[in-house]
């Protein structure tokens, strides 16, 4: 199903300019047991066919909630900043997508079932089982974590070494001490203990009809700089009660699972890492920052000097797209 974006409108001069449309085709699939949502820009239909896909897809891999929606705007930008030439897709986390009503589902009989596919570990090979059964194995990727999808990606990288890695850009990443960030100490105990109470009053939101749920949603957005569509969908498509268990599901597993940085990885692979903290994360310190970046003085590491948020997809998706279509610059002259 393909669906674009309202086209915008930017002033250029005394005129205004329409901004490009960029398609989005967007599915849904089984993967490892678990319904996935897929939001592709660009060739899509088969990379294994078609001799004209340039060997190169750029892959998002979300934080938490892991639904693709909240991405729309951004691999839009990302695409259209790479002059449309280069695939760009995200997909969700293992099971953090609802199916909508009347929308068929592909199934994958390929891979078995996952024991544990919506916790951490079932994430990364949920990921890397996609990649198998949707990308060929001599694409060159570009990774695009963003929060604890840095740390899928790391793990990604260190179980399938095979894996053709251009470049892994780190959006907020948290790879390490989440129980002991200042998020982490407030949230740490609602999902760890208490996960199970806090169910019942949000099962009871699910449960309000549409127009009172979608009157909420633009509510609690009211102060984004830009009003983005795709993430009042995105933002509905959550209340789902399945959708909500698998997020705090997952999330209870960070604060127990990520402790400390894989500083192996990080160094085996330290030349094709990106890594970009904000400078007011709640999820990662500064000090993480700092303590990386003394660590590993020769990697690219940045911190952040415009004031974005950790949750960027809510108002700079744009922005953030833009500096990574500038930071990939030299690894696309090398193809």
Not at 19 to 26: L, M, N
Not at 37 to 55: H, I, M, S, T, Y
Request: net charge neutral.
């Amino acid at each position: 199903m393909l669906r674009s974006a309202p086209a915008a409108r930017e002033a250029a001069g005394n005129k205004p300019v329409l901004e490009e449309q960029i398609p989005v085709h967007e599915e849904f699939t089984s993967i490892c047991g678990a319904a996935t949502q897929v939001l592709k820009c660009g060739p899509w239909q088969n990379l294994f066919e078609d001799a004209g896909v340039p060997r190169l897809l750029f892959l998002v891999i979300p934080g938490n909630p892991g639904l693709p929606g909240y991405y729309w705007t951004f691999i839009q930008a990302l695409y259209r900043g790479l002059n449309r030439k280069y695939p760009v897709w995200v997909v969700s986390q293992a099971g953090h997508c609802k199916v909508p009503h009347g929308m068929e589902m592909m199934e994958d009989t390929d891979v078995k079932e996952l024991d544990d596919v919506f916790g951490l570990s079932g994430q990364t090979e949920h990921k890397l089982n996609f990649l198998r059964k949707n990308v060929p194995r001599d694409m060159k990727l570009v990774l695009i974590g963003h929060s604890i999808g840095c740390y899928i990606a790391l793990e990604m990288m260190k179980q399938a070494p095979e894996l053709e890695v251009l470049r892994c850009v780190m959006l907020f990443p948290t790879i390490e001490h989440m129980a002991q960030s200042p998020q982490g100490k407030i949230m740490t105990p609602f999902l760890c203990q208490l996960r199970y109470i806090v169910y019942m009053p949000i099962y009871l939101l699910t449960l309000l009809p549409e127009m009172i749920k979608s009157t909420l949603v633009r509510f609690f957005l009211r102060g984004l700089k830009f009003q983005d569509e795709h993430l009042i969908t995105a933002s509905l498509a959550l209340a789902n009660m399945n959708c909500i268990a698998n997020v705090m599901y997952l999330a209870s597993q960070e604060m127990r699972i990520v402790v400390e940085r894989d500083r192996r990885t990080i160094r085996q692979h330290l030349k094709k890492l990106t890594f970009y903290y904000g400078a007011t994360d709640p999820w990662c310190p500064v000090r993480y920052y700092e303590e990386m970046k003394a660590e590993f003085p020769e990697g690219d590491i940045r911190l952040c000097e415009k004031g974005i948020r950790h949750a960027f997809v809510l108002g700079a998706s744009k922005e953030v797209a833009a500096m990574i279509t500038e930071w990939v610059q030299d690894d696309l002259a090398r193809l």
